[in-house]
T-cell receptor, first 112, second 112 residues
């Protein structure tokens, strides 16, 4: 069974903290993605990566960075968390030759 | 850029009713089209997909046909169940790095 695992289901952080969201996939997929999900806005792409150490900005990269040191792991970093980054964060992965994406269960982040 | 528009929700139906959720898209080239479903408290799961014009995707009684002439990919089910209550997302993948572009989601509520 394919699996994308996000390290936390729920997180509460303080404004200004540095926050790490971790995602691991066990399918040897080339592509990995970070989305945020907000009511009425659907899913918006933050960053994606198509290879180790490669990254591309998505539609809303401001305030975020990413790291992909190993093929199976893709980390999202909030350098200085702010309340407008309170959201559901979803990680996904897909094969290079197959456009179907597999999603993790999501991390609900609250910044207070 | 590429975009997906889907009908606002919530859609409220009684069990065994017919379901249609509209989805239209704007894209350059020939994208693949998807419907994803998100059950409460979970990540997204692929429901069905179509990769070229006139293809019909189907799964669990749901169907959608890729209509290039109307740039649409409407989701239908002949008889919904309470267990179909979820949020449904229409999406397309571009042909570059295979990132997915999502609609805003449509919540379906099915009552007994």
């Amino acid at each position: 069974d394919v699996k994308v695992t996000q390290s936390s289901r729920y997180l509460v952080k303080r404004t200004g903290e540095k926050v790490f969201l971790e995602c691991v996939q066990d399918m040897d997929h080339e592509n990995m993605f970070w989305y945020r999900q907000d009511p009425g806005l659907g899913l918006r792409l933050i960053y994606f990566s198509y290879d180790v150490k490669m990254k591309e900005k998505g539609d809303i990269p401001e305030g975020y960075s990413v790291s992909r040191e190993k093929k199976e792991r893709f980390s999202l970093i909030l350098e200085s968390a702010s309340t407008n980054q309170t959201s559901m964060y979803l990680c996904a992965s897909s094969l290079w030759q197959n456009t179907e994406a597999f999603f993790g269960q999501g991390t609900r982040l609250t910044v207070v | 850029g590429d975009s997906v528009t889907q009908m606002e929700g919530p859609v409220t139906l009684s069990e065994e009713a017919f379901l249609t959720i509209n989805c239209t898209y704007t894209a350059t080239g020939y994208p693949s089209l998807f419907w994803y479903v998100q059950y409460p408290g979970e990540g997204l799961q692929l429901l069905l997909k179509a990769t070229k014009a006139d293809d019909k995707g189907s799964n669990k009684g749901f169907e959608a046909t890729y209509r290039k002439e109307t740039t649409s990919f409407h989701l239908e089910k002949g008889s919904v169940q309470v267990s179909d209550s979820a949020v449904y997302f229409c999406a397309l993948s571009d042909q570059g790095f295979q990132k997915l572009v999502f609609g805003t989601g449509t919540r379906l509520l099915v009552s007994p």
